[in-house]
Structure formats: C-alpha cells, structure tokens
C-alpha cells in the first residue's frame, strides 16, 4: 500500500480549501432558502414541514446580466450583515405603479425593484424601495436539492401582480410629450 507524505496531503489540502473558498466567494455558490417570501417558488412547504430547497448561485458579472424576473441574493438593507432573496421586478428606468394610496415609483440608475412572490410575508421593495445594485450577491440558476427537483428552476414563468412600465417605454413617453409641447 502506497502511503502519501503527510506535507503532500496538507498542501493538497490547503490548496483544495483555498480554492474552493475563492470559487464560492467569486463565481458559484449553494445555499438553503428558509423562510415563506417566496413560496410557492422556493421551498413550498417550509411552512408547513421546514422542508427547505437548496439554489445554486452564480455570483460573478452580475449587474451586466439583471432581468426583471430573475431571483436574486442581496444584503438586506435594513439589516446588512443578513442575505435576502427576492424576485427582480423592475430595472433601472422603469416605473413600477403602486397602489392607488402611492405614487408611482421610478428605479434610479444603479437600482432595482426587488419583490417576494409571497406578498403576505415579505419584507421588499415596498416596505424600503429600490435597492442598490451592489447589494446583489447572487442570481438563482437552479436548485439542487431535493434530489426530486435537481435542476428546475420554479421560479420561471412565476406572474407577479405589480405593474411595471418598462425604461424604454417611459422615455419615448417623454420625448413624445416633448415634442408636442414644442411643436404645439
């Protein structure tokens, strides 16, 4: 039987560590969803069983690859040293239309509108408004467990209720209305 130097074993070791720490901290990272925010998407029966769904995260290039719809991980505002999960509901630009109580709300550059799919139980974009972009540490590509739903995404196809005029769509708003108080 072949035994290894223990020096090799520690540095394969070591090196193993390291680079699994810079390649979690950088580019993908797994972790547990718990919480209702965003039932029925993620972990569905948490209530009910503490049954939690495990996500894979992509956390490089992120701000270049935003799409309303996306479900992402972000530092709480309200409480910095937790993460958050959320659906993206509007870009930098857009306008999301509120109740009827509030103002419509337009996203500045460098934000976004971030929503549970559970409005019952979620604190987002409602209650604290846009959120920085910076904020956003990781954007949902799957989930990887349990084994019975490896690879689905539940959140894709998910309607939200909140109203959203699109960046483009406001600003062609705009310079039409431009245009017709200078040409009127």
Known sequence: MLRRPPIRVGLWTVGFITSWIFFTDNYYEFTRITGTSMTPSLSPKYHETGQSDWVWWRRHNLRNNLQRGDVVRFYSPYHPDKEAVKRIIALPGDTVILDRKR??????????????????????????????????????????????????????????????????????????????????
Request: proline share 7%; charged share 25%; hydrophobic share 35%.
């Open 103 to 184: 103002r419509p709300c337009r996203v500045p550059e460098g934000h976004v509108w971030i929503e549970g799919d559970n409005w019952r139980a979620t604190r987002d974009s409602n209650t604290y408004g846009p959120i920085s972009m910076s904020l956003v540490n990781g954007k949902a590509v799957q989930i990887v467990w349990p084994l019975k739903d490896f690879g689905s995404r539940p959140w894709e196809g998910f309607r939200v209720g909140t109203k959203v005029v699109p960046g483009k769509l406001v600003k062609m708003q705009e310079e039409e209305l431009l245009n017709r108080i200078f040409q009127g």
